[in-house]
């Protein structure tokens, strides 16, 4: 079985996020096109063979949390939303995502997760400085750990 762990985000948003960067949330989520301009995470390195087989690094940019469908490895399904909020009181916008993340992929999710940490709602700051966002867990374990990003640093699973 592949080493993979499910995250799972599940928090409100402010309202005075700027419509480039929702639109580039959305897009990240699988709920839009690609944005003209990237703000949140800038570069996708992918290495490919040149036509003499050297390899080179391109930029092929790919949504991070727009997995649909049946999961993998942890079981349920995969989804991502971004829902205007009705009520006042805990932010603008209410998302969940579900997602299946190979370690390879933690440091460019991760930038996604530090910006979502800056663009959370005041009800997920805690005392001690971070921002919960939700819960993680590799797919072999039942007991998932807390999401947290404190000073723009993910709190990586273990």
């Known amino acids: 079985m592949a080493?993979?762990?499910e995250l799972m985000l599940a928090l409100d948003l402010r309202a005075d996020l700027p419509e480039p960067?929702?639109?580039?949330l959305r897009w990240h989520l699988g709920l839009g096109p690609v944005p003209q301009a990237l703000r949140i995470v800038?570069?996708?390195p992918w290495v490919v063979e040149d036509d003499e087989g050297r390899p080179v690094v391109e930029d092929h940019p790919e949504p991070?949390?727009?997995?649909r469908g049946e999961a993998y490895a942890i079981g349920g399904a995969l989804v991502s939303l971004l829902l205007p909020r009705e009520r006042t009181g805990r932010?603008?916008?209410?998302l969940t995502s579900r997602q299946e993340i190979?370690?390879?992929g933690?440091?460019?999710t991760g930038q996604l997760l530090a910006w979502l940490a800056t663009a959370a709602a005041d009800a997920h700051r805690r005392q001690d400085g971070g921002v919960g966002?939700?819960?993680t867990r590799f797919h072999e374990e039942h007991q998932p750990t807390p999401l947290t990003v404190r000073d723009g640093v993910v709190v990586r699973p273990s």
């Open 3 to 5: 080493d993979v762990f």
């Open 21 to 24: 960067e929702l639109a580039e």
């Open 42 to 44: 800038t570069e996708f």
């Open 64 to 67: 991070l949390l727009a997995q």
């Open 91 to 94: 932010g603008a916008w209410a």
């Open 102 to 104: 190979h370690p390879d």
């Open 106 to 108: 933690f440091e460019r």
């Open 133 to 135: 966002l939700g819960w």
